[in-house]
């Protein structure tokens, strides 16, 4: 998802589908991910990791950019820093480059890159790069274009030997190029498996075709390269189009694609410490970052995806910041390391409203950036540079859940070397609240089709739980409040008795529709699985057992064969002290299989181990590992 530079959270109520667990992936995925996840949780200790000396000045402004972190809402009297924010978001590790001035200031690590080996961020840690490994392909591409090797605007199936996209009818008689293909306009369905590396992976072009077995460790959906419109018509992000340009380059070059790349890319920009999924990656197993999601480390501790051109780079900052710098020097014609002037200005040239290959583009008032993020299980990062002034920043952290910690890092970046519109915060005062006025907030609210959110009290205060993501609630009076990153304010609605019956949202002074209406009988909601299983599973994780039971419940009456429900269910008895109902329900599913060969026992373990590490009562867990005679899994020790 591409964010606007200065409003890059857009509200929206979520459908249920979008599990809290992993935001925007199938319910199966989330299952396996709390099934595998068994490595003990250590939140980010505050340690920060400089691995380098700079100037005064540098040190200055390094300091500065730790402690002005903000999203699109300044707070008065709130300020954050870095370290605390790491705390807050319960990510692990964070490592950033700053480009000033074409050059690459300064890079720094914060955090841990792996929390069991104690094995902190410096700013040679790898991180997976996923998407942004986009930009690094396309200037590769262009590099055979500007050789005369391709041309950008012919059939791709006159470069492809070891494998033809097959043409239908969809792409109504017109051909897919190059060019389409890295400005995601080839009209192709996207997909790029994600494996646990510890499993044997598909080929690209077993990929492609479709043929890559479907693992059960696979955390993506595996289907062919096939038209899904007309090429050139319209933006439809594809992994798999980018798939084909890695196939394209190996055909043409005879060459491997990781050797093609390290060659013509990352040895002419210096950019020593990146490389791809695979064997390369052993010999700088020490400097690599160790995937987490939701603090707990991913299986394998990376994924794996045949599809390297599209999400395989292994790289620090200070690399990509290499890249950054060399882009924008080639579009000033001071530097051709890769790319001529005319071929770099290809690279930023849109095809299609702001996408260019391998880029995005970017307006801030008068100022333009090229950009790039990326997400994988475990990973997220993203970067800017600007296409004059020689400005950029590069943040990657080896969290895979919600980008907001990577945006307000830029925006302090920003902030301090004082980039030009680039970010311009809201300002707003918070009064303080009684928790017996804002207790009778708490609830569900839904605006119907199965859309809801929920406000529920966290540690901090009371947060509002939206399209997967927990935004604190600052108020402006008892009935009025708002959130740092979404950007609607609301008004609470009662009715003449007092009682609580909804909110209304209002965007720049003019109302939203619809409104949200609390639901105050949940045992007459309607709705799917997901709906049910996300509002239980978000009141179950907060430690409201009795809410999370009364959705839980009403969701077994609607669908009375849901084992995931049944599961969140009995975890929602046992914290609520109801045991022997809990253990009913354990006892009776022993030996189902959840979904594909996720074992009843298997999911039971990895929700304690999760629970145990989120600091839940553990002896009601002890108990029933020892009632149902399991071994006390990985990680719980």
């Not at 790289?315 to 579009?331: C, R």
């Amino acid at each position: 998802m591409k964010l606007p530079v200065s409003n890059f959270v857009k509200e929206r109520i979520p459908a249920p589908a979008s599990l809290y667990q992993f935001a925007n992936a199938r319910m199966v995925k989330r299952i396996y991910s709390r099934l595998l996840a068994l490595l003990f949780f250590t939140s980010c200790n505050g340690q920060n990791n400089p691995a380098a000396t700079y100037s005064r000045e540098t040190e200055d402004q390094i300091k500065q950019v730790e402690n002005n972190l903000a999203g699109r809402v300044k707070i008065e009297g709130e300020s954050w820093n870095i370290l605390d924010r790491l705390a807050y978001y319960k990510f692990n590790g964070v490592s950033i480059a700053v480009i000033q001035n074409y050059k690459v200031a300064w890079a720094k690590g914060y955090g841990w890159a792996d929390v069991n080996e104690k094995k902190p961020v410096t700013e040679n840690t790898l991180f997976q790069a996923a998407s942004v490994s986009k930009s690094i392909n396309s200037m590769g591409v262009l590099k055979l274009a500007q050789d005369k090797k391709l041309d950008l605007n012919a059939d791709i199936n006159q470069y492809l030997s070891s494998w033809k996209f097959p043409y239908d009818s969809v792409s109504n008689g017109k051909k897919i190029t190059t060019l389409n293909l890295l400005t995601h306009t080839a009209g192709i369905s996207s997909s790029a498996p994600e494996y646990v590396s510890k499993e044997t992976i598909p080929s690209l072009i077993q990929t492609l075709k479709g043929d890559a077995s479907p693992s059960r460790f696979v955390y993506s959906t595996v289907a062919p390269a096939r038209s899904v419109s007309e090429p050139g018509s319209h933006y439809e992000y594809s992994n798999s189009g980018i798939g084909i340009t890695q196939l394209m380059v190996t055909d043409i070059t005879k060459m491997p694609y990781e050797q093609y790349i390290s060659e013509t890319v990352f040895k002419p920009l210096g950019m020593e410490h990146s490389c791809y999924s695979g064997d390369s990656i052993k010999s700088q197993k020490q400097e690599l970052a160790t995937g987490y999601l939701q603090g707990v480390e991913v299986p394998g501790k990376h994924v794996v995806i045949p599809v390297v051109a599209a999400g395989g780079l292994w790289t620090t900052p200070a690399d990509l910041g290499k890249f950054i710098v060399e882009l924008q020097l080639s579009l000033l014609g001071k530097s051709n390391k890769v790319l001529s002037r005319e071929m770099a200005e290809r690279m930023v040239t849109p095809y299609l409203d702001s996408i260019a290959p391998g880029v995005f583009l970017k307006e801030a008032g008068s100022e333009k950036y090229f950009e790039h993020s990326g997400s994988l299980p475990g990973f997220n990062c993203d970067y800017y540079g600007s296409l004059e002034g020689g400005n950029g920043v590069v943040v990657m952290v080896n969290s895979g859940s919600s980008g907001l910690f990577i945006q307000e890092i830029i925006n302090s970046v920003a902030t301090v070397y004082h980039w030009k519109d680039f970010y311009h915060p809201v300002y707003k005062k918070a009064v303080t609240v009684p928790d017996s006025i804002l207790q009778k907030y708490s609830g569900v609210y839904t605006a119907g089709d199965d859309r809801f959110t929920i406000i529920l009290k966290k540690e901090d205060g009371y947060s509002l739980f939206a399209d997967g993501t927990y935004d604190k609630m600052y108020f402006k009076s008892d009935a009025d409040f708002f959130n740092v990153q979404f950007p609607t304010e609301k008004h609470f609605i009662k009715d003449a008795s007092g009682n609580v019956t909804g909110y209304t949202r209002t965007l720049n002074g003019v109302l939203q529709q619809p409104s949200l209406a609390k639901i105050l009988n949940p045992a007459a909601m309607t709705g799917d699985e997901f709906f049910f299983s996300t509002i239980g599973w978000a009141f179950l994780e907060n430690k409201n057992y009795a809410e999370a039971h009364q959705y839980l419940k009403r969701g077994l009456d609607l669908y009375p064969k849901s084992l995931m429900l049944e599961l969140n269910l009995a975890h929602s008895c046992l914290f609520n002290k109801e045991y022997a109902a809990a253990l009913e329900i354990y006892k009776s599913h022993m030996g189902e299989t959840v979904a594909e060969d996720i074992k009843w026992q298997g999911m039971i373990k990895s929700d304690f181990v999760l629970f145990k590490h989120n600091r839940f009562d553990q002896r009601p867990m002890d108990k029933i590992l020892r009632d149902l005679k399991l071994e006390t899994p990985e990680g719980y020790e």
